[in-house]
């Protein structure tokens, strides 16, 4: 069993090292799964078979010392050394390949279910989110806020709140759901969705912003200010980024397909999409430096990973942590 519990962390040992390195992509939840599984398997090997068959062994030994002390005091003799708690100690002792396993149980449990149906940490991998979220803010993602959902399968089981218009929501990437996105839901099905001319329109009506006070937002990666505004969706206000004067226009070559594609209309001003049933139109709140809805399309309710909430940490500036919008 050693060599086999050997054999197991160094194919993990393999795994995580090909992950982090980008050899092959990885499903964190399905690992915890599988290592739930498997150390639960050598906690019940441990419960039921190894740990009695231990405390067996120590009763002999205890049975066999008794035996000896009666003979040598039929012969006469009173004082014996006596080493059976440290014989016990080493016959009761787990060895390592169950205390890396069997012992490490519950902790990977408690670690699974509290990912899986209470939060879960994310680090903020891009730009895509300034001024509200900064790259290498850790953050906390309410799992059950839009409801409780099976692991791995990512199935819903009990409803709970529907996405709001102003959530900041993580999200599995609909053009490959081993990645994890974050954006703000702009539209919920049913709404139709416009960014025409650098300016947000829900079911025609101008989404309110207004500028916040000069110089604007500070890049400190460009090193020079950038427009900033303050906009309302829902009873959300948040803060975005954008140059009116650039005046982008977002297109979608026709060779480049989502589901839905036909709800969404592009020209020079921008793009109008009309969101479907179960499915939610997200956008980056810095808005020219976004790969969004825009983009590549719809999310559909069964991506919804969770709400974020709070930025726990961020090394660089412990100023952040807190509550977001």
């Not at 959902?149 to 199935?155: D, F, T, W």
């Not at 200010?225 to 303050?230: E, G, H, I, S, V």
Request: charged fraction near 20%; charge should be neutral.
């Amino acid at each position: 069993m050693g060599a086999l519990t050997a054999v197991l962390y160094g194919l993990l040992g393999v795994f995580l090292a090909g992950w982090y390195f980008n050899r092959w992509s990885g499903n964190f939840s399905l690992l915890l799964f599988v290592m739930t599984l498997v150390t639960f398997a050598y906690w019940l090997a441990e419960r039921f078979h190894f740990a009695p068959r231990r405390a067996a062994a120590a009763r002999a030994l205890e049975a066999e010392e008794a035996r000896r002390r009666e003979q040598l005091k039929a012969q006469g003799i009173d004082k014996v050394d006596d080493n059976l708690a440290s014989a016990k100690q080493a016959v009761l002792l787990q060895p390592w390949w169950l205390d890396w396993t069997a012992g490490l149980f519950p902790v990977i449990l408690a670690v699974f279910l509290l990912r899986s149906f209470l939060f879960e940490p994310f680090k903020i991998p891009s730009g895509s989110m300034i001024p509200t979220l900064m790259v290498g803010d850790l953050i906390l993602v309410n799992k059950f806020h839009y409801g409780v959902r099976l692991p791995i399968i990512n199935k819903k089981i009990v409803a709970n709140h529907d996405p709001q218009r102003g959530d900041v929501m993580v999200f599995r990437y609909p053009k490959d759901t081993s990645t994890d996105f974050i954006k703000r839901v702009v539209g919920v099905p049913g709404d139709e969705v416009s960014f025409r001319q650098q300016r947000l329109y829900i079911n025609g009506a101008e989404v309110p912003r207004e500028p916040l006070p000069p110089p604007g937002y500070y890049d400190e990666e460009s090193m020079r200010y950038q427009p900033a505004f303050k906009e309302k969706l829902g009873t959300v206000e948040h803060g975005i980024l954008i140059n009116p004067q650039s005046q982008q226009f977002h297109w979608a070559d026709e060779s480049v397909t989502f589901p839905y594609r036909e709800n969404c209309r592009y020209s020079a001003e921008g793009v109008t999409c009309k969101v479907p049933p179960g499915h939610y139109f997200m956008m980056g709140d810095n808005r020219d430096n976004s790969q969004d809805s825009r983009f590549w399309g719809f999310v559909p309710d069964e991506n919804i990973v969770g709400k974020a909430f709070y930025i726990w940490m961020n090394f660089g500036n412990l100023k952040r942590i807190g509550a977001f919008h």
